[in-house]
């Protein structure tokens, strides 16, 4: 297992709702940015939502009035609370950490260069 363990994902249809989680796994993160980022099949990755260590909070426009990420710098652990999901949201669900971004650079960082990554979850959405 790595640095960043991610659950919580499962089939779902539209319109219900979901929360994925993310675990750090033998390390702390409390000091780095945090995210989430999506990849559909044959589609690139992309920026979700991140959160700083303070709580300030960045989302794509396509989630940010469904979905809602928070952290928990206690559990060290990350959230992303996803409401009214549609079929476009399926997606493999990666949680980062990086120390090297702020929370709206994140969103346009090359996402290789992101220090941690989990292995994801599988969110499948039907209509």
């Known amino acids: 297992q790595g640095p960043l363990i991610e659950s919580g994902g499962r089939s779902v249809h539209s319109g219900d709702s979901l929360r994925l989680s993310c675990a750090a796994n033998?390390?702390?993160?409390?000091?780095?940015?945090m995210g989430w980022f999506r990849q559909a099949p044959g589609k690139a990755r992309e920026f979700v939502a991140s959160?700083?260590?303070?709580?300030?909070?960045y989302s794509a426009d396509s989630v940010k009035d469904r979905f809602t990420i928070s952290r928990d710098n206690v559990k060290n652990t990350i959230d992303l609370q996803m409401n009214d999901v549609k079929v476009d949201d399926t997606a493999v669900y990666y949680c980062t950490a990086d120390r090297g971004v702020t929370v709206q650079t994140m969103a346009s960082a090359p996402y290789r260069y992101l220090e941690f990554w989990g292995q994801g979850t599988l969110v499948l959405v039907s209509s």
């Open positions: 959160i700083s260590a303070t709580g300030d909070t």
């Open positions: 033998g390390r702390t993160f409390s000091d780095y940015i």
